[in-house]
């Protein structure tokens, strides 16, 4: 089946710097990702919905500028979370809207 | 926002007896899919009922689907400690994959061997 390749799989960084998240498409195109973020024990939030060769869509209370979206290629999409702070600290997950049950393995941020 | 609450929270039960988790929505639905996390891990589908279907099975689970009452329930019949994760219900309301998904808080089930 489709398969999502996320990585890096868990980052500690430290705070006031930058961390990139990449979701690969394998062996189909995702021309849609969508980027949740989920806190300890609660739900998962969307934050954006990347298009690719168009400007990412952020949910409302979602910091363009912190969170940075690039979606360049049919197969590749990633969050880059800047200048972090450990409030940013959170599990990330990508989901391709290629299909309905493709989600990566997610990234777990922890920023120090 | 969340449109979906699911209850319990958190559910204890052992081995060999039953779960039921419910979820609610507020909005209309294509339709409701259910999802599992183990801990720190990505999630993994378990089943999608639409929004013109009441019930569906798929092995040990069965998910019921109430529109009038903006409901769905997932039942794991004769639990085992590999059950043991968080279970989340997710509502679609477009009409392709490409569309949106709204996931409930979850409930967290552990199942005692």
């Known amino acids: 089946g489709a398969v999502v390749s996320q990585h890096p799989s868990r980052v500690i960084c430290k705070s006031g710097t930058s961390v990139k998240i990449e979701c690969r498409s394998l062996d189909f195109q995702a021309t849609t990702m969508f980027w949740y973020r989920q806190f300890p024990k609660q739900s998962l939030m969307l934050m954006a919905t990347s298009n690719e060769g168009s400007k990412a869509t952020y949910e409302q209370g979602v910091e363009k500028d912190k969170f940075l979206i690039n979606h360049a290629s049919l197969t590749l999409s990633t969050l880059t979370v800047t200048s972090a702070h450990p409030e940013d600290s959170s599990f990330y997950i990508c989901?391709?809207?290629?299909?309905?049950?493709?989600f990566g393995s997610g990234t777990r941020l922890t920023v120090v | 926002s969340q449109q979906g609450e699911e209850d319990p929270q958190a559910l204890s039960i052992q081995e060999g007896e039953n779960a039921t988790m419910n979820c609610s929505y507020k909005?209309?639905?294509?339709?409701l899919q259910w999802y599992r996390q183990n801990s720190g891990r990505g999630l993994v589908h378990l089943i999608l009922?639409?929004?013109?279907?009441r019930e569906k099975h798929s092995g040990r689970l069965r998910v019921t689907l109430d529109t009038s009452k903006k409901s769905s329930s997932l039942l794991i019949t004769a639990s085992r400690a590999a059950d043991t994760a968080s279970y989340f219900c997710a509502t679609d309301a477009g009409e392709t994959s490409g569309s949106r998904l709204t996931f409930g808080e979850g409930t967290q089930l552990t199942v005692n061997p």
């Open positions: 989901r391709t809207g290629t299909h309905y049950y493709t």
């Open positions: 909005t209309s639905i294509n339709n």
């Open positions: 009922i639409r929004s013109n279907e």
